[in-house]
Nanobody, 116 residues
Framework: QVQLVESGGGLVQAGGSLRLSCTAS????????MAWYRQTPGKQRELVAS???????NYGDSLKGRITISRDDDKNTVYLQMSNLKPEDTGVYYC??????????WGQGTQVTVSS
């Protein structure tokens, strides 16, 4: 079983920055793809960014240019650095981790609230 623990969400003013973290624990050697998704009010969950085990990155359109995804495989952790946040970025941010020969796991979500 794999568990994901997210942190770093919170309340920030428009134009501010946040760094989200998601750490995976359990019986596995290394994660494959790691990603962040978000669910904003009235919308479906969408991909924010992903990073493969070879460190290839992909960014969704909504936050592109304002975010950087990275990973630390020694810590089984994926990070999302967000800057110049806007009120429409408010939502719940989820990490998703794929474990080879096992499957995908979701974190519990971390709330990001951007005030105007």
């Amino acid at each position: 079983q794999v568990q994901l623990v997210e942190s770093g969400g919170g309340l920030v003013q428009a134009g501010g920055s946040l760094r989200l973290s998601c750490t995976a624990s359990g019986s596995f050697l290394r994660a494959d793809d790691m990603a962040w998704y978000r669910q904003t009010p009235g919308k479906q969950r969408e991909l924010v960014a992903s990073i493969t085990r070879r460190y290839s990155t992909n960014y969704g359109d909504s936050l592109k240019g304002r975010i950087t995804i990275s990973r630390d495989d020694d810590k089984n952790t994926v990070y999302l650095q967000m800057s110049n946040l806007k009120p429409e970025d408010t939502g719940v941010y989820y990490c998703h981790v794929v474990i080879r020969y096992d499957g995908g796991y979701w974190g519990q979500g971390t709330q990001v609230t951007v005030s105007s």
